[in-house]
């Protein structure tokens, strides 16, 4: 059985490239709209790895991650922040709140699926 990746992130053109470079790795795809919605997609549906973007309209991605790790299911889930944020305060922040990588947009699809595959084997 494939395992699940839940992206999260408020432009859908960017969901599309990162589910079609994830899917293209043998991975299932659950996708978010923002942070809110991504809280709403963790129903208790086993998800190995979470892709967020920081920047988003309802509930931003750091706040997300927070509230994902006092989620007993997800504590462990590990979540890759993509986003056009590289400042090392941003950085800090989410490696505080228990981000596993941080990754810059514009980003390289085989870069992303290298990042996933050493996170969670496929």
Sequence with gaps: MAKTILIVDDSASLRQVISIAVKGAGYDVIEGCDGLDGLKKLDGTKIHLIISDVNMPNMDGLTMVQKIKE????????????????????????KAAGVKAWMVKPFKPAQMIDAISKLIAP
Excluded at 71 to 94: H, N, R, S, V
């Design 71 to 94: 989620m007993p299911a997800y504590k462990f889930t590990p979540i890759i922040m993509l986003t056009t944020e590289a400042g090392a305060d941003k950085k800090e922040i989410g």
